[in-house]
T-cell receptor, first 114, second 114 residues
Framework: KAGVTQTPRYLIKTRGQQVTLSCSPISGHRSVSWYQQTPGQGLQFLFEYFSETQRNKGNFPGRFSGRQFSNSRSEMNVSTLELGDSALYLC?????????????FGPGTRLTVL | DAKTTQPNSMESNEEEPVHLPCNHSTISGTDYIHWYRQLPSQGPEYVIHGLTSNVNNRMASLAIAEDRKSSTLILHRATLRDAAVYYCILSGANYGGSQGNLIFGKGTKLSVKP
């Protein structure tokens, strides 16, 4: 099975712009979660989508949003970029069935805001 | 908050066993103990998880204390490729209604010397 893929891998934007990141989960996985990783804050949960519905959201401003499509692919959007949004954005997919659940992470998208 | 406590860093020699400790004194009865690791420039990857009994897989072993307030990830023979940040995470079961996100702490940075 192919792993989780994220595009693009690297992105450079300027303050005030918006950006859209894409994530393709492992085939058959219905849940996609997004995380932000920075040197100062570490790995922080952004939100989770399951069957096209946002199930859970972390403590991030409304500038961060996402969606999931019927094929489970997901996108996240950041509007009005700030310098502090520079980070590695990671996507993880899982089956999201009952019981414990293993998350499989993609390689991430490295976003640099100038 | 992460709910787990790990040493910031550890060192090991190649081909020697490594014991990575984790304290989770506030663990609840339904929390699973998960370990993920993140190699440089990659997304986190699943290592192992357990509930009450010790667990073994091809990557590692997980030893869980009888009171479940601590656990130890055991790499039987460290290789240079095992140099990574190791995260110990508590994750609830019954995902149908619970949160589908992982709360990452700072983890333990493992260095492996040749």
């Amino acid at each position: 099975k192919a792993g989780v893929t994220q595009t693009p891998r690297y992105l450079i934007k300027t303050r005030g712009q918006q950006v859209t990141l894409s994530c393709s989960p492992i085939s058959g996985h219905r849940s996609v979660s997004w995380y932000q990783q920075t040197p100062g804050q570490g790995l922080q949960f952004l939100f989770e989508y399951f069957s096209e519905t946002q199930r859970n959201k972390g403590n991030f401003p409304g500038r961060f949003s996402g969606r999931q499509f019927s094929n489970s692919r997901s996108e996240m959007n950041v509007s009005t970029l700030e310098l502090g949004d520079s980070a590695l954005y990671l996507c993880a997919s899982s089956y999201r069935d009952s019981g414990t659940d293993t998350q499989y992470f993609g390689p991430g998208t490295r976003l640099t805001v100038l | 908050d992460a709910k787990t406590t790990q040493p910031n860093s550890m060192e090991s020699n190649e081909e020697e066993p490594v014991h990575l400790p984790c304290n989770h004194s506030t663990i609840s009865g339904t929390d699973y103990i998960h370990w993920y690791r993140q190699l440089p420039s990659q997304g986190p990857e699943y290592v192992i998880h357990g509930l009450t009994s010790n667990v073994n897989n091809r990557m590692a072993s997980l030893a869980i204390a009888e009171d479940r307030k601590s656990s130890t990830l055991i790499l039987h023979r460290a290789t240079l490729r095992d140099a990574a940040v190791y995260y110990c995470i508590l994750s609830g079961a019954n995902y149908g209604g619970s949160q589908g996100n992982l709360i990452f702490g700072k983890g333990t940075k493992l260095s492996v010397k040749p």
